[in-house]
T-cell receptor, first 114, second 113 residues
Framework: ETGVTQSPTHLIKTRGQQVTLRCSSQ?????VSWYQQALGQGPQFIFQ???????GRGNFPPRFSGLQFPNYSSELNVNALELDDSALYLC?????????????FGPGTRLTVL | QQQVKQSPQSLIVQKGGISIINCAYE??????FPWYQQFPGKGPALLIA?????SEKKEGRFTISFNKSAKQFSLHIMDSQPGDSATYFC????????????FGSGTRLQVQP
């Protein structure tokens, strides 16, 4: 069984640019959540996708957007990058079983905004 | 209301000792409390989780103690090993269906040989 994978591993962008991060969920998982982890802090919830629809959103501006595809993989898009967007972006997938709250995280994408 | 407070920020334990990390929450609607372990350059890995209908859960060397009235829960690592050196995060979530996790700020554990 393949775990959660994310690409790219590292990314360097300039302020004002746009970025797309990708996530492949674990086999059998239909829910994907995205988190932002600033250096030395705990992950913060950005949003969640279930059956290709946004299913909840944290306190992040609209320039953070996402997609989920029929195979349950997902993208996180960030427009108009700011220096404070520099962080580790984590994707987590959850099983299809109702009531199962476990979330399994990928290795993350390290984004640096210069 | 959504905050989860974690302490200590860092912890040094001798090999074979007990590591204890504490978390407190404010929102009584939280009903799922996982602990995650994160190594440098890696994503968080689920260690153990508890629901408020039990006061303790043990899996191997890891135990969660839960105090619903105090709104506190803790992770105990028995017989701590150098390989346990990592950052540990408590988290909480609530509601039905698929839920967002609210994380604590993390505890950096160092187990000295």
């Amino acid at each position: 069984e393949t775990g959660v994978t994310q690409s790219p591993t590292h990314l360097i962008k300039t302020r004002g640019q746009q970025v797309t991060l990708r996530c492949s969920s674990q086999s059998g998982h239909n829910t994907v959540s995205w988190y932002q982890q600033a250096l030395g802090q705990g992950p913060q919830f950005i949003f969640q996708y279930y059956r290709e629809e946004e299913n909840g959103r944290g306190n992040f501006p609209p320039r953070f957007s996402g997609l989920q595809f029929p195979n349950y993989s997902s993208e996180l898009n960030v427009n108009a990058l700011e220096l404070d967007d520099s962080a580790l972006y984590l994707c987590a997938s959850s099983p299809q079983t109702s009531g199962n709250d476990e979330q399994f995280f990928g290795p993350g994408t390290r984004l640096t905004v210069l | 209301q959504q905050q989860v407070k974690q302490s200590p920020q860092s912890l040094i334990v001798q090999k074979g000792g007990i590591s204890i990390i504490n978390c407190a929450y404010e929102n009584t609607a939280f009903d799922y409390f996982p602990w995650y372990q994160q190594f440098p350059g890696k994503g968080p890995a689920l260690l153990i989780a508890i629901r408020p209908d039990v006061s303790e859960k043990k899996e191997g060397r890891f135990t969660i103690s839960f105090n619903k009235s105090a709104k506190q829960f803790s992770l105990h690592i028995m017989d701590s090993q150098p390989g346990d050196s990592a950052t540990y995060f408590c988290a909480a979530s609530m509601g039905t269906g698929r839920r967002a996790l609210t994380f604590g700020s993390g505890t950096r554990l160092q187990v000295q040989p």
